[in-house]
Structure formats: structure tokens, C-alpha cells
């Protein structure tokens, strides 16, 4: 008896692929070259990549049961994935931070790690798994609520909860405990991760939204006006919470404008009968080693002061700072891809610095 395999989804590793890029080259504008983080460039990069991390995670979390409920995804297995190479990498980051001659917002000490809402830049891996718990907390009660609207609204119930801790319940006081465990990005997040469960789950309405006109250009505009907002929310007088919500709106738009760009170029690239686009294959292998890269790109930041003056007088201008930014992280990112190759070898070291299993040949 012969398994078919299920086809790849190209543009999932494709969208994965751009993200982990676009994360890059913020970090070349804010750590390599000090004291832009008020350019345009980075703004709109830091309220892109991250949403489409979680909505991807959400999407290929999503697991169905023998009775077609919501599946407990396995947290001990995510933990070895997420939380141990968090951990391990951090820990080596914090012994090489005063050596690497760069200046980080971050506080790059074993009390930022555990005290600070950023985790010295590692905030991402620890913020997903604690996702994935709330998730396996909710998946016996989305199990027994009927349909989509069921499963929306023990999703925004939860969502709910998790604002109202962080901005009305948890005393100042004890707001390092809420740090400890990134309270505030769960609730940025858990919502465009629960986008990608739910947008699984009830896969043909969701690319029924995806492939419409008017659908997509609602979502455009949404994108347009919520980017705006939650990158200078000062200009409109908004605060944290605000912020927050208009947030959603704009996770939400995100991940319908990009499901149908990487789609259509999923399926012009990698069209049947034709040699796949060389670009695609690229974003895609790339995309494929994103949390490595991740995990790894720090380690191969250096600093670049001397070019803020010129970055300076082009006004942060947007065309510069692509270029610039694009350069060095393509730099950055082949250097990382490189050392994952040299990894492979010893398992271990694969598996902690890295969160990949590396499967025995047979």
C-alpha cells in the first residue's frame, strides 16, 4: 500500500520566507545603525512581520480530531521546539552582547530576559508557546461550540480576558509578572494566531474571503488606515489599549492581503510542468529555516554607526533604506544559513540552537 503526500504549500514558506527577512532588516536599522527607529521603513516593518509569524503558527497548529474536534497540540514537543533553543541562544547572547560592539533598546542581561517584556529579543518563541497553551486550554470548549460563529466568539471572549489583565486587572505592581511571561504580546498576538486556527478550521469560507474583490479591497483599505494609526498613534492621541485594538483590525487584514498575494505567486511559481521561479525556491528555502534564523541573525549583526550620518541626510527616506537594509540582511541571513549547514551534522547542537529535529536516515 502507497501514501500520497500532501501537497507543500509554497506560500506559507514563501510568506514565512519575506517575514524572517523583513525582521532582519529592522534589526540592521535599529541595532547596527542606532537611534533610526523613527523611520517609516521600521515602523512599517515592525507592525508586518511578526502578525504573519503567529498566523502561519496558528494555521499549521490547527490539528482536527478522529471526531472532528479541535485537537490538543502537544506542548512538550513545542517546548523542546520553542522554549530550549530560546533559552540555550539567549543565554550564549548575553555572554556575547558586550563583545559584539552594538548598542540595543534591550536589555541584554539575565534581568531582561526573565523581567523584561522583550526577553532581549528572543520574546517571539516564548510568546508563541504560551499561545499554543491557551489554545490547548480553549480546544475542549471550541470542540463543543457549534460553527465558526461559535468558535469566533470563545476566541474574542478569550482575547477579552487576556486585554482586560493586561490593561485593567493587573496591578502596576506586579506588572513584572506580566512582562515575565510577554502578557502584552500574547494579547497583541493571540488573535492573528487564532486567524490562522480558525482560518484552517473553516478553510473554504476563508479563502472564499481571501479570493474576493471586495473582500480584499476592504482589507486594503483597513491595512492602510490601521498601519497608519498603530505606527504614529501619538498624532491621533491613542494609548496603549487603543493601539492594541486597532491591532487586530490590522492582523486580520494582513494575513487576508497576504494569503492571496503569496498564493498567486505560490501558483505562478511553482506551476505544474514548468522549472520553479528561482526567486520563489529562494524566499521559500528561507522561509523553511526562519526560526533559525531567528534565533541565530544576532550573532551576526556588527555595528554601522558610522553610516547614520548618511542615512541622516537622505531624511530616513524610504528607497535608501530599503536598499540599505535589503543589502545587509541578505548578508546576514546567507552567513546564518551557512552555520545551520555546519550544524547539521551534530544533532544536538542542530536541535539547541536551532528548536529543529533533525530525523535519523534509515
Same mark, same amino acid.
Given at each position: 500500500?502507497?501514501?500520497?503526500? @500532501?501537497p507543500r504549500l509554497h506560500y506559507f514558506d514563501m510568506m514565512k520566507g519575506v517575514a524572517i527577512f523583513m525582521v532582519v532588516m529592522g534589526h540592521v536599522l535599529t541595532m547596527c545603525v542606532r537611534e533610526i527607529d523613527r523611520a517609516p521603513l521600521f515602523k512599517f516593518i515592525g507592525q508586518i512581520h511578526m502578525p504573519l509569524f503567529f498566523f502561519i503558527s496558528g494555521w499549521f497548529t490547527y490539528k482536527a480530531t478522529a471526531k472532528g474536534g479541535f485537537r490538543i497540540p502537544d506542548l512538550n514537543s513545542r517546548a523542546v521546539q520553542?522554549?530550549?533553543?530560546?533559552?540555550? #541562544?539567549?543565554? *550564549?547572547w548575553i555572554w556575547y552582547f558586550p563583545h559584539s560592539g552594538l548598542q540595543s533598546p534591550l536589555?541584554?542581561? =539575565?534581568?531582561?530576559?526573565?523581567?523584561?517584556?522583550? @526577553?532581549?529579543?528572543?520574546? =517571539? $518563541?516564548?510568546?508563541?508557546?504560551?499561545?499554543? +497553551? %491557551?489554545?490547548a486550554a480553549l480546544c475542549p470548549l471550541l470542540s463543543a461550540v457549534r460553527g465558526a460563529a461559535g468558535a469566533i466568539?470563545?476566541?474574542?471572549? $478569550?482575547?477579552? %480576558?487576556?486585554?482586560?489583565? @493586561? =490593561?485593567?486587572?493587573?496591578?502596576?505592581?506586579?506588572?513584572?509578572?506580566?512582562?515575565?511571561?510577554?502578557?502584552?504580546?500574547?494579547?497583541?498576538? =493571540?488573535?492573528?494566531?487564532?486567524?490562522? #486556527?480558525?482560518?484552517?478550521?473553516?478553510?473554504?469560507?476563508?479563502?472564499?474571503?481571501?479570493?474576493?474583490?471586495?473582500c480584499q479591497t476592504m482589507a486594503m483599505a483597513v491595512l492602510?488606515?490601521?498601519?497608519? #494609526?498603530?505606527?504614529? !498613534?501619538?498624532?491621533?492621541?491613542?494609548?496603549?489599549?487603543?493601539?492594541?485594538?486597532?491591532?487586530?483590525?490590522?492582523?486580520?487584514?494582513?494575513?487576508?492581503? &497576504?494569503?492571496?498575494?503569496?498564493?498567486?505567486?505560490?501558483d505562478r511559481a511553482f506551476a505544474p510542468g514548468r522549472t520553479p521561479q528561482r526567486a520563489a525556491r529562494i524566499?521559500?528555502?528561507?522561509?523553511?529555516?526562519?526560526?533559525?534564523?531567528?534565533?541565530?541573525?544576532?550573532?551576526?549583526l556588527f555595528p554601522m554607526g558610522a553610516l547614520r550620518q548618511w542615512l541622516v541626510d537622505v531624511n530616513l527616506s524610504l528607497v535608501p533604506?530599503?536598499?540599505?537594509?535589503?543589502?545587509? +540582511? &541578505? &548578508?546576514? %541571513? $546567507?552567513?546564518? *544559513?551557512?552555520? #545551520?549547514?555546519?550544524?547539521? !551534522?551534530?544533532?544536538?547542537l542542530t536541535l539547541l540552537l536551532t528548536g529543529k529535529k533533525i530525523k535519523k536516515q534509515v
Open positions: 500500500m502507497t501514501t500520497t503526500a @500532501k520553542l522554549l530550549l533553543p530560546m533559552v540555550v #541562544v539567549s543565554t *550564549l536589555d541584554s542581561t =539575565f534581568a531582561g530576559l526573565w523581567g523584561d517584556t522583550w @526577553k532581549n529579543g528572543y520574546w =517571539f $518563541t516564548i510568546t508563541l508557546f504560551f499561545i499554543i +497553551a %491557551v489554545y466568539i470563545v476566541t474574542a471572549a $478569550t482575547w477579552a %480576558v487576556l486585554y482586560c489583565l @493586561k =490593561f485593567y486587572i493587573i496591578p502596576a505592581e506586579y506588572a513584572v509578572w506580566g512582562n515575565a511571561i510577554c502578557l502584552e504580546q500574547i494579547t497583541a498576538f =493571540f488573535p492573528a494566531f487564532m486567524m490562522g #486556527v480558525l482560518g484552517r478550521r473553516y478553510r473554504d469560507g476563508f479563502m472564499a474571503a481571501v479570493h474576493n474583490t471586495w492602510a488606515v490601521s498601519l497608519y #494609526v498603530c505606527c504614529w !498613534p501619538w498624532e491621533f492621541g491613542l494609548e496603549g489599549g487603543t493601539v492594541t485594538i486597532l491591532g487586530v483590525a490590522l492582523h486580520v487584514s494582513l494575513a487576508l492581503i &497576504a494569503m492571496n498575494v503569496f498564493e498567486a505567486w505560490s524566499w521559500e528555502y528561507i522561509g523553511t529555516q526562519s526560526l533559525a534564523i531567528y534565533l541565530l541573525h544576532y550573532f551576526f533604506l530599503i536598499l540599505f537594509a535589503a543589502f545587509w +540582511a &541578505a &548578508a546576514i %541571513v $546567507t552567513a546564518v *544559513l551557512g552555520t #545551520v549547514r555546519l550544524l547539521e !551534522p551534530s544533532h544536538l
